[in-house]
Structure formats: C-alpha cells, structure tokens
C-alpha cells in the first residue's frame, strides 16, 4: 500500500540531520529530531530555529527517547557516522521500537543498503536515500533500492522528496557512491594523479577545471570543502575494494598528519578564509607561469 | 631571444584552425591560413568573415602555397587530423620551408610534443599549444613543453596568449590530454560504466551531474558535442596505454555502428537540436522515475 510521508523522524543532530531538518521543516512538515546527546540537540535546534519561520520552527520536536514517538512517524532518516556497525546496530534497535510499515531509510554516502537492510526488519520498507551536502547547491536526492525494497516504498519516497522541493534521482541498482560521487570521486583520483605526477599544480588542476566547465570551485577546492581526513577515508575504502587507487589515500594523508583537513581547520589545499580560487584574478594568475 | 609573436600561420582550416584563427584576428593580429583543398580555404574564409569586422578580416591572408610565405611568420600553428604519421611528416616539410628560429606547435589533443619534435628540427622552439574547442566556453590554452622546449619559447607563447586575450596553462612536463582533459576522460570513463553495470539511465547520469554541478551539460551532452566517433577513437588509443578501459571504446562502438555520432549527425546520446537535457524541466523529469 502507498503511505503518505506526513511525519519524519531524523535520527542524527549533525551537519546533515540539521540540514534534511531544514529542508523539511520549510516545507510545513513535521520533524521530530533525536541525537544521544542532549548537548547536540539543542546546539541543531537552536541552529535550525535561526533559519525558520516561527510557524515552521514549532513543528520541530527533539527528544532523547524514542519509545515516546514511535507511533508518530511514517518516515525515520538515519544519519549518524558513517560506520556500518553503527547503523546496522542502531537498525535493530529502530526495528523493536516502530512498527513495521514505517519506512527506515539510510543517508550513508558510500556503504550499500543491502549490508543493513535485514537489521531494519522490514526489507521492502528499506533502502538508501542520500541527501548532497548543500555545498554545490545540490537539490538532488538520490534514492537507492537495495533488491528487496519496494516499488511502493520507491514512489512513497519519490513524492515525499518533491513535495520538499527536491529533485528524486532513483538508481536502478545499488552503487558504492550513487551516480554523482561515483563520478565525483574519479575526477578527485585522476586531479591528484597529475599532481602526484608532477603534470601541474594544485592550483593549476583547478585552473583548468574552473576555466573550462566555468564552475567557480576546482576539484582540490571541493576536497577542502568536503574536509580532507573525509576524502582520506573513503579512499582508503574505495582502494580496498578496488574501486579507486591507494595514491589518493597517501596524498591525502601527508596533509592530514599536518593538520591540514580543509576548511574545518582554515587551511587544507588553500587558506581560509578567503581562499586563492576566489580571487577575481585567480584564473589569469596559474601558478606555473614563469615570471615575464 | 624573446621573440615577439606577431603573425601567426595556421595550417589546416577545419573547425580548429576557423576557431583559432577566428581568435587571433579578434585580436588584430595579422594570420595567414593554409589547406591543402582550396575549398576548405574558402569555406573556412567566408565563415570567418562573417564573424569578423572589415577590418580584422582585411588582415586574413589564405594560401596553398607555403613557400610564398615562409619569411612572413613568427608562429606556425599545426591544427591538422590528429594522425601521428601525418603530422610528423607535416613539422618535416615545414622545417625545410622556415627559418630556423620559427616557433613550431602542435594544436594536439591527445599525442605528446616529443612525439614530434625532432621532426620540426627546432626542438627548443617547439612545444604543444592546445586551444579548447569553444563549446564549453573555455578561455584556457595549455602550453605543453617537452623536455627540451626553450623557456623564451615558452614565455613567447604565454605573452602572446594574453594579447589575444586567453589564459595560458603551462604544463610542468608531457601529459596526455593536459589536465582537463585528462580529468574529463575519467569523467566518461565512470559515466559509461554507471550504464554499463546497469545502475543509472544515460540521461540520469547527466542529471546526477547537472543537478549537482550547476553545469547546463552532462557528460553524455559533452560526448554528443564532442562527437561519439572521436571519443571512441581517443578510448581505443588510451585503452591501448592501459590510461583507460576498453569499456568506453566497446561502448561508443555501438552508437558509431548506428551512425550515431552526436550533434553532426542529429542523433548521439540525444536527438537534436533541442535535446532534451536543454529543456526547463530535465533535471524534474528523470527517465528511472516509476510513473506516479
């Protein structure tokens, strides 16, 4: 049977869970937000209260205790670190506590639906769907079955996603990565390589990629934004598995051991704020030029 | 010596040569222009003139006759098919024509300058000097030394890169497909393996890249626009340097079978003109949505 989406539980007060929260909350639903940290709670509420309407901010409800809503919701988002023993726990714990045709669904950037789905206890009700960062102001939301989700689920969380004002992306399949960060991560890989390589520079490289797509962020400039011990670590996972080399992994490394993370720590491949590739002149100033 | 770059000859009137040409004259620089088919020249002529004012075109000069110019240039830029054979024995007949101190380039997307060299018997004046095709409208032009490129040859080539006002990008050494090009092969490289495995639509691919870029083209748009036969014929030649999987070149065959090569043909991964990725609600209308 179709189910409406009316109530959304995130679970989750970090980066993402604030931000699905807001996008929510703008569009007149009703959100209740649960974090094991009373602390994280009221820092994302009082985050997501600054940024709403007076109307919007009183249909945000934050709890601790999930036994006390469990029959309020027709949608759980988990969002919380990105560790599959993490998520694959706090499913079971989700499973005992709501009934069986509430959707749970996962917003993990790279592990797969299938590697979770039997600890939700309700495989057709479960599958991944994967906000962007609102970094590239993206309004993609991906939506991705694992092979027992379903079509039901997939149309409940298409229509829920538009009437949030977001773009529904549904894979046919499961895919480490989605289609974006699949894409995303080979120019990452390729743009290190030619700097490992000795080709060119960083700065360069994102020349190049500014100048010609004339998009106003270079692939280094993005790793800084995406935080570089991140893009460290899903390396170092893609290279297990194949699916990227381990060079990445040891580039990124040596700026990390430095302290070096991006702009969470004011530095990364640029300083912040105010990095080099904001400069209006950044284009026409490559740093391979020999002086004239 | 520095050598001020002042008229520049362009061998070879196809859509490079009429581009680059068209650039420089822009820019009140006096070209000369050489095809060996007499119709190519006045094709390539006419169409540059309704692009230029009077004045600019009074300063356009077409030729089939090399030696009746060899004293008159300071550059010579080779923007012939991209064919090894053909090119080497090119920079061989012009070095028996020109003056010793004539900077020799190679406008080459894919093959490296040392490749040739020898062959312009003025190997510290030649180099690669890569100018973008105008479809993403891209203001850089990679300047590529090999090993035995002479610095004013590189500086020569940069100061005249500004005066026709472009951004010179100055590769530290050879590379095969400069940076962006490089970066963008393994773009397609992911693109057509998220299809191959059956993940996402060709369409939802470029979705997935628009939604998330803001670039008004996906990867399969910019194959349509670079035309499908010269990306399999670039896959093949990388395929064969293990630089990329043969998958591409497997699956461009296909269309290139169907004589489906992209905008020149009105058909590649889209119809054209108008193809659908240009329509206002693309990114709202992805091809995997189950109907609602």
Not at 43 to 69: A, G, P, R, V, Y
Not at 134 to 142: C, E, K, L, N, W
Request: aromatic content about 10%; proline content about 3%; some cysteine.
């Amino acid at each position: 049977m179709l189910k409406e989406v009316k109530r959304v539980l995130i679970i989750g007060s970090g980066t993402m869970g604030e931000q699905i929260a807001l996008q929510i909350l703008k569009n007149n639903y009703t959100v209740y937000l649960y974090d094991n940290s009373k602390d994280n709670l009221f820092t994302c509420k009082s985050k997501i209260e600054q940024n709403t309407t007076l109307e919007q901010s009183e249909k945000l409800f934050i709890t601790e205790n999930l036994t006390e809503i469990s029959d309020k919701v027709d949608l759980v988002i988990e969002t919380v670190t990105e560790n599959l023993k993490v998520k694959k726990e706090l499913f079971r714990k989700l499973n005992t506590l709501f009934p069986k045709e509430v959707i749970f669904v996962t917003n993990t950037s790279d592990l797969l639906p299938s590697w979770m789905a039997k600890d939700s206890g309700r495989e057709e009700y479960f599958c991944a769907y994967h906000f962007h960062a609102p970094m590239y102001g993206a309004d993609i939301v991906d939506i991705m079955p694992h092979s027992k989700t379903s079509i039901d689920t997939i149309k409940s969380l298409k229509i829920f996603t538009k009437r949030i004002k977001l773009i529904p992306l549904v894979l046919k399949k499961e895919n480490p990565g989605y289609i974006y960060n699949t894409i995303l991560n080979s120019i990452m890989d390729s743009s290190i390589k030619l700097v490992i390589k000795g080709v060119a520079e960083i700065e360069d490289v994102d020349r190049a990629w500014m100048g010609n797509t004339g998009m106003k962020i270079g692939p280094f400039g993005m790793l800084d934004l995406i935080g570089i011990d991140t893009a460290m670590n899903v390396s170092i996972i893609k290279a297990k598995k194949n699916i990227l080399s381990y060079i990445g992994a040891a580039f990124f490394k040596k700026f990390v051991k430095n302290g070096k993370l991006g702009i969470k720590t004011g530095e990364g491949f640029y300083k912040y704020p105010n990095p080099k590739y904001q400069d209006e002149n950044f284009l026409r100033d490559a740093k391979s030029y020999l002086k004239n």
